[in-house]
């Protein structure tokens, strides 16, 4: 649960600009005493890759609408949402949740559970936009390499 709160935080905060790292106590509730602290959390590969989908598939944009009826910060189609209550065997999440980040990401993260359990990142790249090509991979790619390094220039200044 502390994962996903974790990733909920880090896409809020790239929705207003901000790096994890630089959102304000109005962004992020406070840090529990049983919680690390924002600045000694480390991210997993997991974390970098949803953060790369999201900033490819909307730019972080959580009314972004794509070509396909594909809505919000993960571009989350209508049986999308169908799948992921089908997995859950109850109808929690309805079209208009696409456009909530806490929501999509939640989707996302019931979808790939179930189908992608050792979070494989090419896998999950695949599942995620069955019809997508090579070049949509190369971009998820290359947008976590580009976060990797921003991350890695912040640490050491």
């Known amino acids: 649960m502390k994962r996903i709160s974790f990733l909920c935080v880090c896409v809020v905060a790239l929705l207003v600009g901000l790096s994890p790292m630089e959102a304000n106590g109005d962004l992020i509730p406070p840090v529990s005493d049983e919680s690390p602290s924002p600045d000694t959390v480390t991210r997993t590969e997991w974390d970098i890759f949803l953060q790369a989908l999201v900033m490819v598939e909307s ?18 189609t209508p049986i999308y949402v169908k799948e992921v209550n089908r997995i859950l065997k109850e109808e929690r999440y309805t ?8 929501k999509s990401v939640e989707m996302f993260s019931v979808m790939q559970d179930y189908w992608n359990p050792d979070h494989d990142i090419e896998l999950a790249i695949h599942l995620h936009n069955p019809g997508a090509g090579d070049w949509y991979r190369k971009r998820i790619l290359s947008r976590m390499e580009t976060i990797k390094e921003e991350e890695s220039c912040q640490q050491e200044s």
């Open 95 to 102: 079209l208009v949740d696409r456009t909530n980040p806490d």
């Open 59 to 76: 730019e972080g944009n959580p009314n972004a609408v794509g070509k396909t009826n594909d809505v919000g910060i993960l571009q989350i």
